[in-house]
């Protein structure tokens, strides 16, 4: 699978990240009218567990197909002690209006090195309650391979514009996992703060997540710290940016069991 959906994942997420880099800074509104191109985001974190530095790298590009439909793709690596999860994510989605946007959305994911693949699909749903607070929510059913174990997953968010360069962020994912050899509920609450200039094209986040697992296959739960930095392309700065030019969050249901060699 050219060294399993890893190889190709990496050159593709570079060679996309570099086209929408490209986009973006088209002297011209035509250029980026005519090949629908909204905003592209470019993510770097790292994130400390148990004394570890793990790392998280996500590039993010919107495309306007009609005036009320969008694409999102999402391409991603997230660190895993000494092995790497490699991601790719399409959201297809409807914008009727200035305060909300929602769709279905599909995910699969691999890890280097060895036979563990992650599918997802589901609806999501983004609204502007305000031009501070944005409220997002997910649900979808997913299999991870081998073993073919199914689970359905669930989220929540809120962003709170503290200001114009200020925001509070919390959310939080419940998935199940109910077959014979593994039962468990997977649970991640996540709280931060970003810190985005009106008049620079980037995001500051730092922030505390809690994880663990309940039921028959139950683990204990811990906190990790957070930090990371985005670069909006395209897309403007600030705390109270509009949904136009925010993107979808890109799904981790599986991250309680992979942070603990589970999966």
Same mark, same amino acid.
């Given at each position: 699978m050219c060294n399993k959906l890893y190889g190709c994942f990496m050159f593709s997420k570079f060679a996309i990240l570099a086209v929408a880099a490209a986009l973006a800074v088209q002297s011209g509104p035509s250029a980026a009218d005519s090949l629908g191109f909204r905003f592209a985001d470019v993510m770097i974190g790292g994130q400390s567990t148990q004394g570890d530095l793990q790392s998280t790298v996500r590039a993010t590009a919107d495309f306007a197909i009609t005036q009320n439909h969008g694409l999102q793709l999402d391409l991603g690596v997230v660190g895993y002690g000494s092995d790497y999860l490699g991601q790719i994510d399409g959201h297809l989605y409807m914008a009727p209006n200035e305060t909300a946007k929602y769709g279905l959305y599909f995910s699969l994911a691999d890890m280097n090195g060895r036979e563990a693949t992650i599918g997802t699909v589901g609806v999501e749903a983004m609204f502007a309650l305000s031009d501070?607070?944005?409220?997002?929510?997910? %649900?979808?059913?997913?299999?991870?391979?081998?073993?073919? %174990?199914?689970?359905?997953? %669930?989220?929540?968010?809120?962003?709170?514009?503290?200001?114009?360069?200020?925001?509070?962020?919390?959310?939080?994912?419940?998935?199940?996992?109910?077959?014979?050899?593994?039962?468990?509920?997977?649970?991640?609450?996540?709280?931060?703060?970003?810190?985005?200039?009106?008049?620079?094209?980037?995001?500051?986040?730092?922030?505390?997540?809690?994880?663990?697992?309940?039921?028959?296959?139950?683990?204990?739960?811990?906190?990790?710290?957070?930090?990371?930095?985005?670069?909006?392309?395209? %897309?403007?700065?600030?705390?109270?940016?509009?949904?136009?030019?925010?993107?979808?969050?890109?799904?981790?249901?599986?991250?309680?069991?992979?942070r603990r060699g589970l999966f």
């Open positions: 501070s607070t944005t409220l997002h929510g997910r %649900a979808g059913l997913g299999m991870s391979m081998p073993g073919n %174990a199914e689970f359905i997953t %669930a989220s929540a968010g809120l962003a709170q514009a503290i200001g114009d360069q200020v925001a509070l962020l919390a959310d939080v994912t419940v998935t199940e996992f109910d077959e014979a050899s593994f039962s468990a509920v997977g649970s991640s609450i996540r709280l931060g703060i970003s810190y985005q200039p009106q008049a620079r094209p980037w995001e500051i986040y730092a922030g505390l997540t809690r994880d663990g697992l309940t039921g028959r296959d139950a683990a204990g739960f811990e906190t990790r710290a957070e930090l990371g930095f985005t670069l909006h392309l395209g %897309a403007g700065g600030g705390a109270k940016r509009s949904l136009a030019t925010r993107g979808f969050v890109s799904p981790q249901p599986l991250d309680p069991l992979l």
